[in-house]
Nanobody, 119 residues
Framework: QVQLVESGGGLVQSGGSLRLSCTFS?????????MSWYRQAPGSKRDLVAS???????NYADFVEGRFTISRDNGQATVYLEMTDLKPEDTAVYYC????????????WGRGTQVSVSS
């Protein structure tokens, strides 16, 4: 079993920055997982924000528009989401997600961290 714990959320003003972290622990091997950040605003579905492969190739949702950067530290079993130029529409609960790339696909979710951006 894998556990994911997010941190770094909070309340910021429009144009501000935050850095989210997600620590990976348990029986899995971090470098065998694609790591992603999703977000869910009230009344909305959960959307993919960014993902990063075990070799650190990133992919971003169109709405990121160059404002966010996903990275990972395989030695520390941690994935980060650096968010800049935050907008009120970025307000959501941000969830960490892990997908095992082995022969038996497994996915794991963290409990989320709240990001609130005031105008």
């Amino acid at each position: 079993q894998v556990q994911l714990v997010e941190s770094g959320g909070g309340l910021v003003q429009s144009g501000g920055s935050l850095r989210l972290s997600c620590t990976f622990s348990g029986l899995g091997i971090f470098s065998h997982h694609v790591m992603s950040w999703y977000r869910q605003a009230p009344g909305s579905k959960r959307d993919l924000v960014a993902s990063i492969s075990p070799s650190s190739n990133p992919n971003y949702a169109d709405f990121v528009e160059g404002r966010f950067t996903i990275s990972r530290d395989n030695g520390q079993a941690t994935v980060y989401l650096e968010m800049t130029d935050l907008k009120p529409e970025d307000t959501a609960v941000y969830y960490c997600h892990a997908r095992y790339i082995g022969s038996t696909p497994s996915v794991y979710w963290g409990r989320g961290t709240q990001v609130s951006v005031s105008s």
